[in-house]
């Protein structure tokens, strides 16, 4: 069993808890992930490690509320715990010897793509982040970037925080400025990666993307996270999560992302009326 020993609500949809698990935490590094059960009869759930405390023992997710798991995770409370919770898993961040990176974040993927921005400036590199979100209320970590970014470019669809417009609009314009990066490492959702990838190309610049796919054991055994890259099947959980940019086939990535939308929606709705039923029963 693993402990939280701490729990912060990011925004409305976003969740950030810190877990007891020090053989994880003693081995973990940036762009790695974990799987973990919330109890003896729940799914196994992929989550990124957004950070890590050698010192205390502790491995801090950060989860979206979009399905039955983690809405049963995000009632559990400091002091609770958690099954089972396993890693690291996957490969790391390549952060070494590089000279100046650009690290784009779009929603929640800022969760993944923080510390990749962090171990590179703990490296020495110069860091440019452009963090992206739809509106004020959805933001996270704005804090956390602005201490391991050398520059800090923040964007958002209706302009109600930093700048308005998309995250490709500010990479364009960093690189139009004549920023000559190592490379672009870019986290979020398909189709933000798809179109900075795009951009990339444009003046090939070398782009690294953090994929997410449905995943089960995350061994390589299921299946489940396949994806094609470079015309050639690769699996999420072994071979990644992190890919060439410019050789994902981000069109048929997209199109299985989807097959499960609907599922998850009627999963979350019934746990979340077995939670009010349970309250309103000790009323």
């Known amino acids: 069993m693993y402990k939280i020993v701490k729990k912060e609500v990011l925004n409305p949809t976003v969740t950030k808890m810190d877990i007891e698990a020090p053989f994880v935490a003693k081995k973990a590094q940036p762009g790695q992930f974990i799987i973990l059960r919330v109890d003896e009869n729940g799914e196994r759930v992929p989550l990124t490690v957004a950070d890590y405390n050698r010192e205390a023992g502790t491995v801090t997710i950060i989860f979206q509320v979009v399905g039955a798991s983690t809405e049963k995770l995000n009632h559990k409370e400091e002091g609770d715990y958690i099954c089972d919770f396993v890693g690291p898993l996957g490969k790391a961040t390549d952060i070494e010897n590089k000279k100046k990176v650009c690290v784009v974040g779009g929603g929640v993927g800022c969760a993944i793509a923080y510390p990749v921005?962090?171990?590179?400036?703990?490296?020495?590199?110069?860091?440019?982040?452009?963090?992206?979100?739809?509106?004020?209320?959805?933001?996270?970590?704005?804090?956390?970037?602005?201490?391991?970014?050398?520059?800090?470019?923040?964007?958002?669809?209706?302009?109600?925080?930093?700048?308005?417009?998309?995250?490709?609009?500010?990479?364009?314009?960093?690189?139009?400025?004549?920023?000559?990066?190592?490379?672009?490492?870019?986290?979020?959702?398909?189709?933000?990666?798809?179109?900075?990838?795009?951009?990339?190309?444009?003046?090939?610049?070398?782009t690294i993307v953090?994929?997410?796919?449905?995943?089960?054991?995350?061994?390589?055994?299921?299946?489940?996270?396949?994806?094609?890259?470079?015309?050639?099947?690769?699996?999420?959980?072994?071979?990644?999560?992190?890919?060439?940019?410019?050789?994902?086939?981000?069109?048929?990535?997209?199109?299985?992302?989807?097959?499960?939308?609907?599922?998850?929606?009627g999963e979350r709705e019934k746990t979340c009326n077995l939670y009010k039923k349970e309250v309103e029963g000790n009323a």
């Not at 995350?218 to 050789?247: I, N, Q, S, Y």
Request: net charge negative.
């Open 117 to 206: 921005a962090k171990g590179l400036m703990e490296k020495g590199c110069e860091v440019h982040s452009v963090i992206g979100f739809r509106t004020k209320d959805l933001v996270i970590l704005e804090e956390d970037f602005d201490k391991v970014s050398t520059k800090c470019v923040k964007m958002s669809d209706d302009g109600t925080w930093g700048e308005k417009g998309l995250v490709t609009d500010a990479l364009r314009k960093l690189i139009e400025e004549g920023n000559e990066y190592d490379e672009v490492i870019c986290i979020g959702p398909l189709m933000m990666m798809k179109f900075v990838c795009l951009l990339t190309k444009e003046y090939n610049v070398k």
């Open 210 to 265: 953090s994929m997410n796919p449905v995943m089960v054991d995350g061994t390589g055994m299921c299946g489940g996270c396949r994806l094609t890259v470079g015309g050639k099947v690769k699996f999420a959980c072994v071979d990644g999560p992190e890919f060439d940019g410019h050789l994902v086939d981000f069109d048929e990535a997209i199109k299985r992302s989807g097959t499960y939308k609907d599922f998850e929606k």
